[in-house]
């Protein structure tokens, strides 16, 4: 009987985990703004075709300044660049290519930018870090036509580009106990903007607006100051007034100290309510409000006389 061969076991290759790139770079949110506008006004396939052109030229002015596309995500894209300059000299030029193009001109079309330059980790289809946080903070406070980014992100830009910018105040951004200033790039021609400034300390512009923010909510009370945290609100155990009703998100909304006011940002799904006490009543959902004087706040449906679960606020000046 002819003896076999010793089988070998052959055990499929185990596959490396992908260890992020930790480096220092510039992270670039651009934003397409009102889309939705595009695609109620000339129907879905005439409104991709303008949303692709509009990307393509984003991209095309990222790798003209040797940044990185990471990913498109719906109407916006995020880019990384070697550095600050570039990716404010690629920011201007996108504003400028499609303020430009003839092709573009009948759809009113204008884009937002937000940027910032730090610390982040890279994967192959990915950025993650306190430099994207911030970046995706910036372009969220942009409106049509604007480049914003941080003053730690301007002292990295030569001369030449600092002077083309202009304080906006300070905000809070998520993840950071202080707040930032915040300056956006002028990249339209001299005479097109209402002010020109080099950024610098608001401090004492500050100062003069500070305020406290009173909050009151069964019984328990709240005071806010110019230096407090972000204040959280929700369904969420993590929240720092916690709301449990069928009708409040999780994350339902924060307040934040910004430019001398207290600033109310809603991110729930059935909005917040709010009745000020000389009879004025609002409606703020998915979009911010600047509490003032004092009155009551409801989370989720409206104000009723009498709901023990209102939330009381009044703002003090110091």
């Given at each position: ?11 499929p290759?185990?596959r490396?985990?992908s ?25 879905d396939w005439?409104?991709?075709?303008i949303?692709?052109?509009v ?17 498109t995500?719906?109407?916006?894209i ?50 993650f ?6 970046a ?15 003053l ?7 001369d ?8 906006l ?7 950071r ?8 790039i ?16 608001q ?6 607006l ?11 009370r709240?005071?806010?100051?110019d230096d ?30 910004r430019?001398?006011?207290?600033i109310?940002?809603?991110?729930s ?35 009723r ?9 009044q703002?003090?000046?110091?």
């Amino acid at each position: 009987m002819k003896a076999r061969s010793p089988t070998t076991s052959v055990m499929p290759a185990q596959r490396s985990a992908s260890v992020p790139e930790p480096v220092t770079a510039t992270v670039l949110f651009a934003d397409i703004c009102g889309s939705s506008r595009l695609f109620e006004e000339y129907g879905d396939w005439q409104a991709r075709q303008i949303e692709s052109q509009v990307l393509d030229t984003l991209m095309e002015k990222t790798g003209e300044f040797d940044g990185t596309v990471i990913k498109t995500i719906g109407d916006e894209i995020m880019s990384r660049f070697p550095d600050a300059e570039r990716a404010v000299t690629a920011a201007c030029e996108m504003h400028r290519a499609l303020r430009d193009d003839l092709s573009l001109l009948d759809f009113n079309i204008a884009v937002k930018i937000g940027l910032q330059h730090g610390p982040l980790l890279v994967e192959p289809d990915d950025l993650f870090g306190d430099a994207v946080n911030v970046a995706a903070r910036m372009v969220s406070l942009a409106r049509a036509d604007q480049i914003i980014t941080t003053l730690d992100t301007v002292r990295c830009l030569p001369d030449e580009l600092q002077q083309m910018t202009r304080s906006l105040g300070l905000s809070r951004v998520r993840g950071r106990q202080r707040e930032e200033e915040i300056v956006e790039i002028m990249w339209q021609e001299p005479g097109t903007v209402t002010q020109l400034i080099g950024p610098g300390p608001q401090k004492e512009r500050q100062q003069l607006l500070s305020t406290r923010l009173i909050l009151t909510h069964r019984g328990t009370r709240y005071e806010l100051r110019d230096d407090s945290p972000p204040f959280t609100i929700g369904r969420g155990d993590r929240n720092i007034l916690v709301v449990d009703e069928d009708q409040v998100s999780r994350n339902h909304a924060d307040v934040y100290f910004r430019q001398g006011k207290f600033i109310l940002v809603d991110g729930s799904t059935n909005g917040t309510y709010l009745r000020l006490d000389n009879g004025a009543r609002f409606f703020v959902q998915r979009e911010e409000f600047v509490l003032h004087e004092q009155g009551d706040i409801s989370l989720g449906e409206a104000v009723r006389d009498g709901d023990p679960g209102l939330i009381r606020f009044q703002c003090l000046l110091n």
